[in-house]
């Protein structure tokens, strides 16, 4: 997962809580077991993380039906 | 599934076993490998297959009997490949294979007495084993019979040729040497082993007695390490039974010389009828091609010529039937296996989960295949095992089975006898499906059969097909407890169904519940009271069956009677009834693999340029969302604008959810004067463009997860917003799932521009800012 080329131009999104903008950071995701850090966008201050749809509909679901197979 | 039921499934598909030609060749010479070859002009490939079996092919190509011509299923159609003369166009057209390696020699010494074709086979295949062969031959020639062939057909160069070359690489032949009894002693004594191939005739006295002692499988004598086969013990004295019955002798000779079993493993040696089954079906005569100068046999575009006319024989009989079968580019032999070896997995990738999902148990193939081998037994019995081992995907069929959930829960189940009953005579169950898709014919359906029978009540859900389906024995059972509840809470009562999957399930694991179909009933009975009156019809249509009522004929016959009562023209589709195919909705074979549901369900409503009627509301779903007009049943009875009817989308998702609900509510306030307990859904009004409808139906995300999303967001203020187009985006995970949506708050509720969604979960957040 930490092999995703993902844009570190930052994201159009701020943090509507507090208005700050995103920062750029590791957080680990996981699926059955198997866990993986990769570089989000999220709120230090409220700590929303930002899961973009090219990621969701892309590299993420693939690894998790790879991880479905196993 | 274990080791032997997996060999007894294997052995029920005859894919694998060998074409009748090649069965009916007592040497098996793979001639349908062959003549394909031929058949693409490629000779050189072709005498190498030719000669894997066979170290004559030039003699044999003239000389041969040709069994296999009568088991060819050319026969009929035009008359058996003319596969001898194509024998002898490889060795004339092709260029001999290099010759193959002897073994290392392994000191053993053989004699072979007699140089007939049966000696000279023996010689030959012991000398490439790595055995020192000495033959011994009585006259000052190899060939015996063959010389009785005329000159015309096997030119003497090429007898000679053949033979001597066959016999070039470790094999030392004695010519004049006539054999006796003392001989035979001495040579006994002397060598390791002895083969007698001296033919019939005065010639083969001295060893009268160790002919006639032959085993007829090992070609033993009763003299230990003694061997005897071709003419001399033939009940056919053929060619080709000489070099047969030699071939399988020189495998006893090396097996007793190695001290292994004779007898083990020697299915299938010799001539055999095959089980391979070849649909002739269709398939037009084509003339046998003949050679124009008959004596120098084929030229080589001839021998292409008649080549093509081959068959190649094979069954795939179910592969061609099923688009899900042939996506997979195998047969069931192999399935079965990869099925079962996926089980068998620990660690490692079980790279066969979707094809085990992907079926739709729907059972065609079982009904086409000639040994009964049915995919669908399997590949349920597959879901049930990867259930149990914990190995399901959990994508696989999670949105199906809560779709399930929801029709067995509060907001849509209903059981109730008829308003002011307090018994039940009957229990009308339409099914989940048909109340999703048209739940204004489930309420005018009750109210007809209300009208035609004494104390009918109502129990809306669903039956559990998709638990059965996904392999959940669990959820399924669950299920059909909760029937059971209701069941005996409304008192019993003959159970009326209007979906053929409820049918199947109730048929197959209620069976003491007793059970009709709605359209038996109405057949019966007679056309509902509210059937509409005449109006103009459409032309004819063609009648799909649901897979699912595959064997119940009764139902296919009251279908059309009622069809032709209600004066429609109706047409049967090539495939029908008992070999009727499934919509791609089956097994949930649209959630697990929807490209291949795809093609699936594009095959059926191409099958017939007439528009389609059916009694099962997914098959009308899933045909008339791809623009192939079709109608329900229901749609003929009820209905009076049937060609709007019939191109009616189906509901979406969300919207079938809603429709059951709605159902609900409006049967308990308008029959039986109930307030609804449960409350209604999220009061949040969802705007969305048609475009984002689609997309997010795609997504299999319900407008109730959007609702859920904005609720949690506008609760918390857990959100994100882009202050160039003040969108919002939000995420929640109810359960298994996160979805995000986009969003902007409006006057009337909220404008969506995107929903997506994902499994994977966050699991350590990030650290919190000073």
């Known amino acids: 997962m930490s092999d995703v080329p993902l844009s570190e131009a930052p994201p159009p999104w701020t943090c509507a809580r507090c208005g700050e903008p995103l920062t750029l950071g590791e957080i680990e995701v996981a699926y059955l077991g198997s866990a993986f850090p990769v570089k989000l966008w999220h709120c230090k201050r409220c700590r929303l993380v930002l899961i973009p749809e090219e990621l969701a509909q892309g590299r993420m679901l693939e690894v998790e039906k790879m991880l479905e197979d196993k | ?770």
């Not at chain 2, 029920?12 to 030609?21: R, S, Y």
């Not at chain 2, 086969?229 to 039974?241: D, V, Y």
């Not at chain 2, 696989?396 to 189940?413: I, Q, V, Y």
């Open chain 2, 1 to 770: 599934m274990d080791q032997k039921e997996l060999h007894a499934l294997e052995a029920q598909c005859t894919q694998e076993h060998a074409p009748p030609c090649t069965a009916a060749c007592p040497i098996h010479v793979d001639v349908r490998g062959m003549l394909a070859a031929v058949a693409a002009d490629h000779f050189d490939a072709a005498l190498a297959l030719l000669t894997k079996r066979l170290p004559f092919p030039g003699i044999i190509g003239r000389v041969c009997e040709q069994p296999c011509r009568a088991a060819c299923n050319r026969k009929d159609l035009g008359d058996a490949l003319m596969i001898a003369a194509l024998e002898r166009a490889c060795a004339a057209y092709g260029a001999p294979p290099p010759p193959k390696r002897r073994l290392p020699g392994r000191g053993k010494r053989i004699a072979v007495v007699g140089g007939g074709l049966s000696g000279v086979t023996v010689a030959h295949d012991l000398a490439r084993k790595g055995h020192r062969v000495t033959l011994f031959e009585a006259t000052e020639r190899l060939g015996g019979t063959l010389w009785e062939t005329s000159e015309d057909v096997l030119p003497r160069d090429l007898l000679t040729g053949e033979l001597t070359q066959a016999l070039s690489d470790g094999v030392e032949v004695k010519l004049n040497t006539p054999v006796t009894t003392a001989l035979l002693d001495a040579l006994h004594a002397d060598f390791d082993a002895v083969y007698l191939g001296v033919g019939q005739g005065p010639k083969a006295d001295f060893a009268r007695e160790l002919l006639a002692g032959v085993a007829p499988d090992t070609f033993t004598t009763p003299r230990e390490g003694v061997f005897a086969a071709g003419r001399a013990i033939a009940a056919r004295p053929t060619f080709i039974e000489s070099i047969s019955t030699g071939q399988r002798a020189a495998i006893s000779i090396d097996r007793y010389l190695q001290r292994v079993s004779l007898t083990a493993s020697r299915e299938h040696e010799g001539a055999y009828i095959t089980q391979l089954y070849t649909n002739l079906g269709g398939i037009a005569p084509v003339p046998v091609i003949r050679p124009t100068a008959p004596a120098a046999g084929y030229t080589r575009a001839e021998a292409v010529q008649e080549a093509q006319r081959c068959l190649q024989c094979e069954c795939l009989e179910c592969v061609k039937a099923c688009a899900y079968l042939q996506h997979y580019g195998s047969y069931p032999k192999q399935y079965v296996r990869q099925i079962y070896n996926n089980l068998s997995i620990v660690m490692g990738t079980r790279q066969f989960n979707t094809l085990i999902n992907s079926c739709s148990l729907c059972g065609l193939c079982g009904e086409i295949c000639p040994y009964d081998l049915n995919m669908a037994t399997i590949c349920h019995e597959a879901r049930q095992t990867m259930v149990a081992q914990d190995r399901m995907p959990p994508s696989a069929h999670e949105f199906a089975l809560r779709d399930m959930a929801f029709s067995n829960g509060a907001a849509a189940r209903l059981a109730r006898p008829a308003p002011g009953s307090e018994r039940c005579d009957y229990i009308f169950f339409p099914g989940c499906q048909l109340s999703a898709s048209a739940p204004e014919h489930v309420e005018r359906a009750y109210a007809d059969l209300r009208e035609m029978l004494p104390n009918v009540g109502l129990l809306l859900g669903c039956c559990g097909a998709p638990a059965n389906w996904a392999g959940r024995s669990d959820l399924f059972a669950e299920a059909q407890a909760a029937f059971r509840a209701d069941y005996a809470a409304l008192g019993g009562g003959q159970v009326i169904l209007a979906c053929s999957t409820c049918y199947q399930m109730f048929k197959t694991h209620l069976p003491d519940v007793p059970a009709l179909s709605l359209w038996e009933l109405f057949s019966e009975h007679g056309l509902p009271p509210s059937a509409a009156a005449p109006r103009s019809l459409p032309g004819p249509l063609a009648v799909h069956d649901p897979c699912t009522t595959r064997h119940e004929s009764a139902i296919h016959e009251s279908v059309r009677q009622l069809l032709r009562e209600m004066g429609l023209r109706i047409e049967e589709l090539p495939f029908n009834r008992e070999r009727t195919e499934c919509c791609s909705y089956g097994g949930l074979m649209w959630l697990a693999n929807r490209e291949v549901a795809e093609t699936v369900v594009q095959r059926r409503i191409a099958e017939q340029p007439l528009d389609y009627v059916t009694y099962c509301a997914m098959c009308r779903d899933f045909f008339a969302d791809r623009q192939k007009p079709t109608l329900h049943l229901l749609d003929i009875l009820y209905e009076d604008d049937l060609t709007a009817r019939a191109m009616r989308p189906g509901p979406r998702f969300s919207q079938r959810h809603d429709n059951r609900a709605r159902l609900k509510r409006r049967l308990l306030t308008e029959l039986w004067e109930e307030p609804m307990s449960e409350p209604p859904a999220i009061p949040i009004q969802l705007l969305l463009s048609e475009e984002v409808a689609a997309r997010v139906e795609k997504r299999l995300i319900l407008e109730e997860d959007i609702r859920e999303v904005i609720a949690y967001a506008e609760r918390t203020g857990n959100r994100f917003h882009n202050p160039q187009t003040g969108h919002f985006l939000a995420s929640h995970r109810p359960a298994n799932v996160t979805y995000w949506v986009e969003y902007t708050p409006v006057d009337d509720g909220y404008q969506i521009h995107n929903a997506y969604s994902h499994r994977m979960e966050i699991v350590m957040q990030p650290e919190k800012a000073e």
